[in-house]
């Protein structure tokens, strides 16, 4: 069995006779012998895996607040109403066994568009790991007249943490490099002018798993919405919103579209990669089924953060005294609208991606929600 341990405080608070209320919950929630399933084990037992086995805490505590005002602003037949909700989760795994970290931690596979998915003590579920992206080689060889660029380094050569070209034994410079093998002697590929620059975080002139650093996590620092209620007689305006605070989205449909890999369709960004040597670009060049310039890093991961307009809806009921001759108790017709608009930085179709699990917060692409519009008539007789 797994075991959950919860505690939870509340506050119900009410000023000005109600008209302002509210209610704020805290909590912590301990799992403990947490189900982990499909657990490979030795092929010397005669089974390849176990249905389920408990190993693992994690923690779980967070915050939730709404707020609710009724008539807050009220003028003559002109009243405001609103409500705010918000809420933080946070998630830390506290203890596992080192055998299921490296069962669930992948090893770095070397692929383009790959990101490692990894599970580490202290750390919650859906940390992004790659590398970082620094722009585009401006040269293939290194010159010491050339000028710094404006993407950064101007070729693709080593260099130690003060910036310096690194030399070797024989006078010449250290080529950049991915995936160097200490025991063959031999690297994967050398970069060229035009291709990506990643970040050589231990000066060493070799781009690998050792350079794969924290890029952050798909988890929001807080999410929620608000809504306001306009009144003006008969007349209401109803407004809904959503938004979503401090989460990471690797959009994996631009690193599709811009990676100029296959003869599939690419976006018009690739239009301003870079062509000839000197080329100041930020997209690097094309490579049909070579290279390594679209590797899994912070120049794919984007802020999710949004404000989206959910809902708007306009009515108006009319004087029961007016109906009264027709013999109609109650008229009222109304107008909404869902999903009018979104404010967001983020580049993809939605920000609104799903987020959970031990993996990261990806966008394949995914359908945005749809525009729609009602209009509505009720009659009571």
Known sequence: WEDQETWNIGFDLGFL????????????????????????????????????????????????????????????????????SFANNKNEIMEMDETILESLNGEFNKNNGSYLTRVQLHNPFGSIYGFRYKGVYQYSKYSPEEVPGVSGPNAPVA??????????????TVPMVFGYDNNTNSAIY???GGDAIYEDINHDGNINELDIVYLGSSLPKFHGGFGVKFNYGRWQLNTQFAFRVGNKIVNAARM????????????????WRWRVEGDVAQIPRALYKSGYNWLGSDRFVEKGDFLRMNYAQLSYSFDPKMLKPLGISSLSF???????????????????????GYGVTTDNAQTPPAKSYTLGLTVQF
Request: charged letters at 15%; a positive charge.
């Open 190 to 192: 050398e970069f060229k």
């Open 159 to 172: 260099r130690d943490a003060e910036g310096n070209v690194v030399i070797d034994k024989y006078g010449l």
């Open 256 to 271: 599709n579209a811009e990676s100029m890999y296959t003869n599939k369709n690419q976006s018009t960004a690739v239009n």
């Open 334 to 356: 109304y107008l909404s609208a869902n999903q009018l608009f979104t404010l967001t930085s983020y580049s993809g179709a939605s920000p609104e991606v799903g987020y959970g």
């Open 17 to 84: 006779n109600n008209k302002l209320t509210a209610d704020i919950n805290l909590y912590t929630n301990n799992k403990t012998n947490l189900l982990m399933y499909n657990r490979a084990i030795p092929s010397s037992s005669g089974f390849a895996n176990l249905s389920v086995q408990n190993n693992g805490r994690m923690r779980n505590n967070g915050w939730e607040v709404n707020l609710n005002a009724r008539e807050i602003v009220k003028a003559g037949k002109f009243s405001i109403s609103g409500n705010l």
